[in-house]
């Protein structure tokens, strides 16, 4: 389940600060790569803040699939500043509320950080799954909400769509009538 993005260290930019982000995202490693990993190796690039060194999707339960996302970089640039522009960019890539900036060194307090709101849906095994994540997402568009489809997890317990946006009661309240009209869904759960 587990892989590892990896980006080789450059010699004459190994020193550095490494800081880790935890991001509370559930998303498997063939998304995260598309909405992560390229746009912060472009970003660290462009800034001249440093590199990422890792990208990984942490199992989570076999419900779950994805418990959340991390990354590691190594910070050349000034650090306060550079930190701040990491967690605003990876706010705009989605980055959840709960999200987590560590410092493994233990000199700056862990900063948390995040705008967005998830909800999971969970259904029962061998529900169809690609017309209701169609379904919901013209339902979302229609009703102006925000929220977005991030991934979804079909794993041994069940199956879990993620769907990432500025309100969780706004998506809730969108996707209900959906939920409600065809029967293979009513055994759902929002979460």
């Known amino acids: 389940m587990m892989q590892f993005s990896q980006v080789k260290r450059d010699p004459a930019k190994a020193a550095g600060?490494?800081?880790?982000?935890?991001?509370?995202?559930?998303?498997q490693d063939f998304m995260r790569q598309d909405y992560f990993d390229e746009p912060l190796k472009r970003f660290m690039a462009e800034v001249g803040a440093g590199q990422v060194l890792r990208c990984r999707s942490v199992e989570g339960t076999a419900q779950d699939g994805v418990a959340y996302c991390e990354f590691e970089f190594l910070v050349i640039a000034t650090l306060e500043g550079t930190l701040d522009s990491l967690v605003s960019e990876l706010q705009k890539m989605g980055a959840p509320k709960g999200s987590l900036l560590i410092d493994p060194t233990g000199r700056r307090r862990d900063?948390?950080?995040?705008?967005?709101?998830?909800?999971?849906?969970?259904?029962?095994?061998?529900?169809?799954?690609?017309?209701?994540?169609?379904?919901?997402?013209?339902?979302?568009?229609?009703?102006?909400?925000?929220?977005a489809l991030f991934d979804h997890w079909d794993g041994p317990a069940g199956q879990a769509v993620y769907f990432y946006?500025?309100?969780?009661?706004?998506?809730?309240?969108?996707?209900?009538?959906?939920?409600?009209?065809?029967?293979?869904?009513?055994?759902?759960?929002?979460?």
């Not at 979302?140 to 929220?147: E, F, R």
């Not at 946006?165 to 979460?191: F, H, N, T, W």
């Open 165 to 191: 946006g500025r309100s969780y009661d706004q998506m809730a309240a969108s996707m209900a009538s959906v939920l409600r009209d065809g029967p293979p869904y009513k055994m759902s759960r929002i979460a």
């Open 17 to 27: 600060t490494p800081v880790t982000a935890m991001v509370n995202v559930k998303v």
């Open 111 to 147: 900063r948390t950080f995040g705008k967005a709101e998830g909800l999971a849906l969970y259904l029962p095994d061998n529900t169809p799954i690609h017309d209701l994540i169609e379904r919901l997402e013209l339902t979302l568009a229609d009703s102006g909400t925000d929220g």
